[in-house]
């Protein structure tokens, strides 16, 4: 099984060598070499693209039209090709506690069956990823003037070898009888869901239940890839109860992988390597240690302050926690911390960060709900406080025994010495956000600053700087954020499935009827989003949620700010809470950690998370004190 968190390949690449796996290892080979190259250009593309932008608008006064557009295209191709790579790698996020503790024989069947429910959602979705390119052709790009077609091409090209990859791999599979055994399974249960169809077409809105939370836990136990997991549930729920065309599937996946706050996410994810190749991550983790490396327990507040700090300023939860992982996690683990602990106190500090601005989920609620984002801004800092404040004790109970014998405290000179050779790195974060906050930079341009000082500092300050690194630090970057990507467009796929069943409306119309007031529409409301955070991407949520809600609030005379921290931070908590929380399997794959083994240890830092919420819901002024 991977430690790496994700689809292991197991019984597939221990099978002995046919003829036909021979083949097919080779034609892997080819598109590996192609693919991997395609997907490392465009994430250098990326950055060059948006630094120009920066240059050009700032330095020269004269701003590029087109570089947004630009990226954009390019974004849907980095996300579609870094899938494939990660799917060729086997790095697609999903659970694997059951498949772990099968025998052999099952294992084996298992593993097939999760390659065989990726593929068969592949097959149905390439048709209608064709249409959708075809009917894109006839969108013209403003700034370029080109066919949108262009980039739309992406999906249906990412889907084609992603699916000719899952033939590849079931050619190297020996074991014949597991092949045909899984296909068949997987047969079965589609002529079966086939066969209902009038049956389910009359449950209505329980059809949500069949599809969402039976469908989605069954794949998702059975080792299925997380996004392939929701997406045959959406594809499945579409089909099988309702008239939608299926382009429309494949429009919403582009819609949320396509989110240019959202290129954030790769550009963040190689500035962490790139900071722990040059040497900025040691110099500042020296510093840090030097500071609480004799406290029990003390690079863990060091991450949950760390996240507090670097928070909002990529727009994505994601994208900050692979800003922080790669510069603390090694020195962590030196010191003995289990990478499931590390893993879950990640996920819980990206739930507890959620209110701090610049969040892009605070601009969202501002926008769609018409509460001032700047009061909102203001409401965000303490709640996040309180909740760090919780998470703290947990870390305290847990590393209060920690064995501290071997580890020497610094002295002045020490600690003063570290902080000089740690200061062009400490600096980063705070220039990072004075880029943002002073307008120099978007919140997706400004880890392109970041890269270019970490480039800077690597060869002059650090004289660290592995050029033989930097072509597999890009393929890596790539893979990571087509498996996040893909995830989070499934999930856009399945929130817009879950508006159209009319759900949103129905929940909003019975949290008015409840008796109570405004205490039990909190309360009904933190259960709510933290349901909704766990299928729901944040933004999603807030857009479905947001406008029925908040009036509702307003007329039980709670306040707006207040009601818009708890709902935050319940959703928050649902989207890093497993088994289905997307935010805890992308902090899973930016650690490299399998998802197996932060399960254990997340619960306490789930609890301490739920316990800081309702101090934020039960006492008004965290949120609202200094409006």
Aim: aromatic share 8%; net charge neutral; hydrophobic share 60%.
């Amino acid at each position: 099984m991977s430690h790496s968190g994700i689809v292991s390949r197991g019984a597939l690449d221990d099978a002995p060598v046919s003829p036909w796996a021979a083949r097919a290892k080779a034609a892997e080979a080819v598109l590996k070499l192609l693919v991997e190259t395609a997907a490392a250009v465009l994430v250098l593309a990326e950055i060059g693209i948006l630094f120009a932008g920066i240059v050009a608008r700032a330095v020269l006064n004269m701003p590029l039209v087109w570089s947004d557009e630009l990226a954009s295209i390019l974004f849907l191709w980095l996300a579609m090709l870094g899938a494939v790579v990660a799917f060729r790698r086997g790095e697609h996020m999903r659970m694997t506690a059951l498949v772990g503790i099968s025998p052999p024989r099952v294992q084996a069947f298992l593993e097939v069956l999760a390659l065989g429910a990726a593929f068969a959602f592949l097959v149905l979705v390439i048709g209608p990823a064709l249409e959708y390119a075809e009917e894109e052709a006839f969108i013209t790009t403003p700034a370029l003037g080109i066919s949108n077609a262009w980039r739309a091409a992406a999906l249906p090209v990412g889907i084609g070898l992603m699916a000719l990859v899952s033939v590849l791999r079931l050619a190297r599979e020996a074991d014949g009888r597991a092949i045909i055994g899984s296909l068949a399974a997987l047969l079965a249960i589609g002529v079966t869901l086939y066969a209902a169809q009038p049956v389910l077409r009359g449950f209505g809105n329980w059809n949500l239940v069949v599809f969402f939370v039976g469908l989605v836990a069954a794949a998702v136990f059975a080792g299925v890839p997380i996004a392939f997991a929701f997406g045959l549930a959406t594809y499945a729920y579409l089909a099988l109860t309702t008239s939608t065309p299926m382009m429309v599937l494949v429009g919403r996946m582009d819609e949320g992988m396509s989110h240019l706050i959202l290129l954030a996410v790769p550009l963040f994810i190689f500035l962490g390597v790139l900071i722990e190749m040059t040497g900025m991550a040691r110099a500042m983790v020296r510093f840090l240690a030097s500071l609480l490396g004799h406290v029990r327990g003390g690079l863990s507040y060091v991450l949950v302050g760390a996240m507090y700090l670097v928070s909002g300023i990529s727009g994505s939860k994601a994208a900050d926690m692979a800003a922080v992982a790669p510069v603390l996690f090694p020195e962590m683990r030196e010191r003995g911390a289990k990478p499931g602990d590390l893993v879950a106190l990640l996920s819980a500090t990206g739930a507890q960060t959620e209110t701090i601005p610049p969040s892009i989920v605070l601009i969202t609620i501002g926008s769609v709900t018409g509460v001032s984002i700047a009061a909102l801004f203001t409401g965000g800092l303490l709640p996040g406080l309180v909740l760090a404040a919780t998470l703290c004790l947990v870390v305290w109970r847990r590393y209060r025994h920690e064995d501290l014998s071997h580890v020497k405290r610094a002295s002045a000179l020490d600690i003063g010495r570290a902080f000089v050779i740690a200061l062009p790195a400490i600096a980063l974060p705070f220039l990072i956000r004075a880029a943002v906050m002073e307008g120099v930079a978007t919140a997706t341009e400004v880890s392109t600053i970041g890269i270019a000082y970490s480039v800077v500092a690597g060869l002059l300050i650090y004289r660290r700087f592995d050029w033989s690194r930097v072509g597999p630090m890009l393929v890596d970057t790539a893979a990571l954020s087509g498996a996040i990507l893909l995830i989070i467009g499934t999930a856009t796929g399945m929130a817009w499935a879950l508006t159209q069943s009319g759900f949103s409306r129905d929940l909003a119309q019975l949290m008015a009827g409840l008796p109570g007031g405004g205490t039990a529409f909190i309360a009904v409301s933190v259960l709510a989003f933290i349901v909704l955070g766990s299928v729901l991407e944040g933004i999603p949520a807030i857009v479905l949620f947001g406008p029925l809600l908040f009036p509702i609030a307003r007329q039980l005379g709670v306040h707006e700010v207040h009601y818009a921290m708890v709902v935050i931070l319940a959703m928050g908590m649902g989207l890093f809470a497993p088994p289905f929380g997307v935010g805890y399997y992308a902090a899973c794959a930016i650690a490299r950690v399998h998802p197996n083994e932060g399960m254990r240890p997340i619960w306490g830092y789930l609890l301490a998370l739920l316990v800081g919420l309702l101090l934020v819901a039960a006492i008004p002024w965290i949120s609202t004190g200094f409006l």
